[in-house]
């Protein structure tokens, strides 16, 4: 088991431009959550998808994000246009059921 | 605005002592918590859990209180080892297995060989 696969480890981009972050969830997985940790707030919740389908987006912070899934393993977070307070790292998350998450390894956003 | 606060943002403890990192929340609907280890570079790990209808858990070196009446948890790590140096984030909800798991911003636990 391969775990959650989460790319690029290293986003830097500038201020303005589209950021699309790529998630791989565990096979078999059906729920998936996209999170963003910062030093202020700690990890906070964006959006997550159960079988797929969008159930909770009240956390993603402006109408500049979208997260989409397409498939069971595969789904995407864009920013666009992104900011330098976007700056931060964003984790990928997935669970069967009601078990534990299990986190990727995140991808770290600078925005200049 | 936290609701799961974790104060400390750091602690250093010597190698074979106790380690004791605490965590605050203000929701008194949550009845699920849950600790996660974190090291650089990588996501974070589950570590361990407790419902509300216990007061302690353990596992391992690993225990966790929970003080409903104080909204207060704490993980005690006995006897501490430098493998234990990590970010340790305190979670909860409102429910075992709820979607949104609300964390807090982490303390950093640094080990002393």
């Known amino acids: 088991d391969a775990g959650v696969i989460q790319s690029p480890r290293h986003e830097v981009t500038e201020m303005g431009q589209e950021v699309t972050l790529r998630c791989k969830p565990i096979s078999g997985h059906n729920s998936l959550f996209w999170y963003r940790q910062t030093m202020m707030r700690g990890l906070e919740l964006l959006i997550y998808?159960?079988?797929?389908?969008?159930?909770?987006d009240s956390g993603m912070p402006e109408d500049r994000f979208s997260a989409k899934m397409p498939n069971a393993s595969f789904s995407t977070l864009k920013i666009q246009p992104s900011e330098p307070r976007d700056s931060a790292v964003y984790f990928c998350a997935s669970r069967q059921g009601l078990r534990s998450l299990h986190f990727g390894n995140g991808t770290r956003l600078t925005v200049t | 605005d936290q609701q799961v606060k974790q104060n400390s943002p750091s602690l250093s403890v010597q190698e074979g002592r106790i380690s004791i990192l605490n965590c605050d929340y203000t929701?008194?609907?949550?009845?699920?918590f849950l600790w996660y280890k974190k090291y650089p570079a990588e996501g974070p790990t589950f570590l361990i859990s407790i419902s509300s209808i216990k007061d302690k858990n353990e596992d391992g070196r690993f225990t966790v209180f929970l003080n409903k009446s104080a909204k207060h948890l704490s993980l005690h790590i006995v006897p501490s080892q430098p493998g234990d140096s990590a970010v340790y984030f305190c979670a909860a909800s409102a429910r075992t297995g709820a979607n949104n798991l609300f964390f807090g911003t982490g303390t950093r636990l640094t080990v002393i060989p």
């Open positions: 998808f159960n079988n797929n389908v969008p159930i909770d």
């Open positions: 929701n008194s609907m949550f009845d699920y």
